[in-house]
């Protein structure tokens, strides 16, 4: 029993637009992730941005999320509030962004380096890169969702990282959650078959040490349960008749 929503190609379409202006605030956040930079000036440059290509923030007011960005910075996993708080040299920042445009919502993060990081963060945010890609890449029409999850979780153990396990990656379309869910962990014989039309948003969440995570007083931002740090990447890809492909990319 499934009730995925696929997509037509003019909607995969749509989706693509939003995708894109989704993945220029990702560069332009990454070009303003600069020792010296507060959190909340990343979020106000990113808005405008989204507003001058004709979008919204998916995330404003979401559930009564109060930025149009989430800022995590080194243990903090996902969902972070921007704020004063101001990046420093060696820190790593997970920017998460959302744009909703002519009924459709693109979603995309990436994790930055804060000028010279240690070898072990760069290692961190390099797999956690890899191991959404190798998810991607295990996207066939007519097999299972499980073959996605699987890969991203044999990379990142493989590494020596923890996949967590709270948080998964979902469906997207004309809301920013649709099912399926999708975790980034489990047995490659599970989830849903996989068909053209579907679009998903995957996102692996990774961290240094326990894949344990809680949720501070603010309600929204999870952090590590041991306080190392985590990395988070995501993409919106189609799953098309030859394949995935991904929308959240400029070119
Ligand atoms: N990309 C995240 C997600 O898909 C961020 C959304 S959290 C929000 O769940 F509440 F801020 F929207
Ligand atoms: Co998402």
């Known amino acids: ?30 070009s303003l992730a600069r020792p010296g930079m507060a959190t909340a000036e ?11 290509r004709g979008g919204v923030p998916s995330f404003l007011g979401y559930h009564g999320y109060p930025a149009s960005t989430c800022i995590s ?16 040299e060696g820190d790593i920042v997970g920017v998460d962004i959302g744009v909703y445009r002519k009924g459709y919502h693109g979603d995309a993060a990436r994790t930055f380096a804060v000028g010279e990081v240690d070898p072990e963060a760069r290692r961190l945010l390099r797999v956690t890169e890899e191991a959404l890609l190798r998810g991607i890449e295990a996207i066939r029409p007519g097999g299972r969702l499980g073959l996605v999850s699987h890969a991203i979780q044999r990379h990142v153990e493989a590494e020596g990282f923890s996949v967590v396990r709270d ?14 869910q999708v975790p980034n962990f489990g047995p490659a014989e599970a989830g849903p078959v996989l068909r053209p039309g579907l679009v998903l948003a995957i996102e692996p969440m990774v961290n240094q040490g326990t894949w344990e995570v809680y949720t501070l007083e603010d309600r929204w931002t999870v952090v590590t349960k041991d306080g190392r740090l985590s990395a988070h990447f995501e993409h919106t890809v189609a799953v098309t008749e030859n394949g995935p492909e991904i929308l959240s990319r400029t070119a």
């Open 167 to 180: 948080l998964v990656g979902h469906g997207i379309g004309r809301k920013l959650h649709e099912d399926p």
């Open 73 to 88: 910075v080194n243990e903090q996993v996902v969902h972070g509030i921007p704020n004063g708080r101001v990046l420093r």
């Open 42 to 52: 990343i979020d106000r440059q990113v808005k405008a941005h989204i507003e001058e």
């Open 1 to 30: 029993m499934s009730t995925l929503v696929l997509k037509r190609p003019d909607e995969v379409e749509l989706i693509r637009e939003s995708a894109r202006i989704v993945a220029e605030a990702l560069d332009l956040a990454g």
